[in-house]
């Protein structure tokens, strides 16, 4: 039986619980807590930060190839466990651009590919930002941001100073335009050991304060635009070498063109969707190209699908269970409870996923709504 090591333990690495028992793999979490989602479903774990190379070494110890759940990691440190023969998919190499905001962008750029205008910044040179873009602009920490931490959209300079002051002990911002984008789509992407690459269909994303809240599938693009996006996603695996599943986050703007936002090296929350909504889910997709299997059919299985984020809107211990029985009572929904055990504002706490027998984007959002007002204490009954 192969063991995979995963990097991280959270809800990523979770969902690849029932995965590995339907390949017959073992999964390794190394993570800080015992409380992570992905103990409940490891064969073993090694608790320690993700960003602790010395417990990579004894992960790696444990299993036979390595992947990741969380890129924030050392990869000076890790380069000398694959100099010594560790197996990481994908390879450390095709993480190097991307951890780096800023050498991310320059990367995508390089291929050609269409990017927002952007610059990087040193704090000191705050004068000149203004200047070059104007505002509203947005702000990015280079290193570490996820889930829209580290992302600001800054209205006036009034705004952007205290941003910059703040965060002085980080060395360097991304800058970029304030794309006013019609609609934002994401894209997750396969490549088999065998250079192989399969994409999943291409999902609107809808974010609230930079968080993503719902999924459609599929988004309401034009063939075009489909092939063109699939294309990019061609473009970046076969470019880094991808072994594994990767994320595109795209923005669509008013006049129909196409820009990469970011690109998530690893399974990402636009293809919670395919859990339950594709012949092969995500997770599945991922562990098979990561152990040298044939990768699985990425197809719908369904008409459509919406996948809806429940946040955490306070903090408790509370397990939610009246909430979670309420919402499975939504016909053809699929419900997924991370376990965690605390909720804290804004905090993935699991999340509903709807198949439906249709494409039509008002019955996908009234869907959405009814999830919305189940779980939120906040949001009335539509
Ligand atoms: P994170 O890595 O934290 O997810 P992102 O770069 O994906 O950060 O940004 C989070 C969200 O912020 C995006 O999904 C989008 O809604 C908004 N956003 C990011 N960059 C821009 C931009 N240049 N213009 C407009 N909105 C943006």
């Known amino acids: 039986m192969k063991r995979v090591g995963v ?11 029932d995965a590995a028992q339907k390949l017959g793999l073992e999964l390794v979490v190394q993570t800080p807590s015992r409380e992570d989602p992905a103990v409940a479903i490891a064969a073993d774990t090694v608790l320690a930060k993700v960003d602790d190379a010395t417990a990579t070494a004894v992960l790696a110890g444990k299993c ?17 466990l694959a100099h010594q023969g560790v197996c990481f998919r994908p390879s450390l190499e095709a993480l190097i651009p991307l951890l780096d905001k800023y050498h ?28 070059k873009l104007g505002f509203p602009l947005v702000l990015k920490s280079r290193r570490h941001g996820y889930d ?13 100073q205290p941003k910059l002051d703040y965060n002085i002990t980080e060395s360097a911002f991304l800058i970029e335009e304030f794309v006013p984008f019609e ?21 609107e994303t809808q974010q609230e304060e930079q968080v993503c809240r719902r999924v459609i599938a599929p988004a309401k693009i034009t063939p075009k635009q489909a092939a063109e996006i699939e294309a990019i996603a061609h473009t970046i695996l076969n470019s880094l070498q991808v072994v594994g599943v990767f994320g595109i986050e795209l923005f669509l703007t008013a006049d129909g063109k196409v820009l990469v936002n970011e690109i998530a090296p690893r399974t990402h929350n636009s293809g919670h969707f395919s859990l339950d909504a594709c012949e092969t889910s995500q997770f599945e997709q991922h562990l098979r190209a990561v152990c040298g299997f044939t990768l699985g059919n990425p197809a719908l299985r369904c008409a459509a699908a919406v996948m809806v984020n429940l946040l955490g809107y306070e903090n408790s211990q509370s397990d939610y269970e009246q909430k979670r029985s309420h919402l499975l009572q939504i016909p053809q929904a699929h419900l997924h409870w991370y376990g965690k055990t605390e909720s804290r504002l804004g905090r993935k706490l699991g999340h509903v996923t709807v198949l439906l027998d249709n494409q039509n984007q008002n019955e996908a959002m009234d869907v959405a709504r009814s999830i919305e007002s189940i779980w939120y204490p906040n949001i009335p009954i539509g």
């Open 7 to 17: 990097i991280g333990g959270g809800q990523l690495a979770w969902m690849m619980g």
């Open 64 to 80: 036979d190839i390595i992947t990741f759940e969380n890129e924030f990691v050392d990869l000076d440190a890790l380069s000398i």
């Open 104 to 131: 991310q962008r320059c990367y995508l750029r390089d291929l050609g590919l269409p990017v927002p205008e952007f610059f990087a910044i040193e704090p000191q040179d705050k004068e000149k930002i203004a200047s």
């Open 148 to 160: 829209g931490q580290g992302t600001f959209i800054i209205k006036d300079f009034a705004s952007l």
């Open 183 to 203: 609609r934002e789509l994401a894209i997750i992407a396969a490549r088999s050991v065998d250079g192989e690459v399969v994409t999943y269909p291409v999902v």
